[in-house]
């Protein structure tokens, strides 16, 4: 059958996948199985392949690409930055096909999800590994309820160590605001926008330390993402209500670093057993 071949798929000057910082998590899945990643614009006649699309950029030309698909006899696809969930999944008809969905939101149950994941490019400026200086660090954009609510939590119990900023990636250099991220224990991870899921938390998990996943999103909305992309053994603490974070920094200093580690450890497995999974599902 010869080396399988992960597909960057577009149409017309569309930008590919690779483009954006979201394709860090499926990227790191080929390069541990060794599979050669192609920019294309025309899908070949295969008999197995990975494609990966960028949805929001695809999003009104699923007819295509569901013809497009149809050139490869088995396919694992991977529809990332689609936050909005605006692709239109249930257009893509296909007789061999598993569908990952990064964003997820609750019309994607029956699909199989994937976590964000760190950013693309976050090996660019990792920091040498840091002593744990404090308890709690925050950075970010405070533009909607959520981030709000955070920031007065952080006030009452009077932390020093956070910045709040006006737009995404007006703070800090981004080596400065991983090498702050790598001395604290704990680094809550707000919703982001529009999705719940957001860089911070798996870059909080890679500097070591132990992300607090929101529960709503940024329009004070209840959806458990975490249980509909992890499902199951989420070791990691979450809230719907940030004027809790007390408590819940209480009760995870408690149980610093041996909680840390089990996390570590946990996201280290979850990577390889996605890794293996795409792997059977190419080759079932």
Known sequence: MGEIKAFLFTINKLPFANRKDDFGFVKEAFEKNNVEIVEIKHLPEEE????????????GKEKEVSRELNNIKKVVLFITSDELGIFDIEKISHPDIKI???????THFKFFRMPLGAPKTMHLDVPKYSQKKNDIFFAGQVTHPRRGELVEALN???VKNYLGTKGFMQGEHRSVYYKKMSEAKVVPAPAGHPSIDSFRFYEAIEMLAIPIGDLKDSQDRYFDIWTSIFVTNIPFPTTDNW???????K???SKYPNNMHQLVAWWIKYKRDFANKIMEQINE
């Not at 990952?100 to 609750?106: A, G």
């Not at 004027?243 to 920094?249: A, F, S």
Request: glycine content about 4%; overall charge neutral.
């Open 251 to 253: 009760n995870i200093l």
């Open 156 to 158: 009452s119990m009077e």
């Open 100 to 106: 990952w969905k990064q964003y997820p939101n609750e």
């Open 48 to 59: 197995r392949s990975f494609v990966v699309i960028s949805g929001s950029d695809l999003a």
């Open 243 to 249: 004027n809790n974070l007390p408590k819940i920094m």
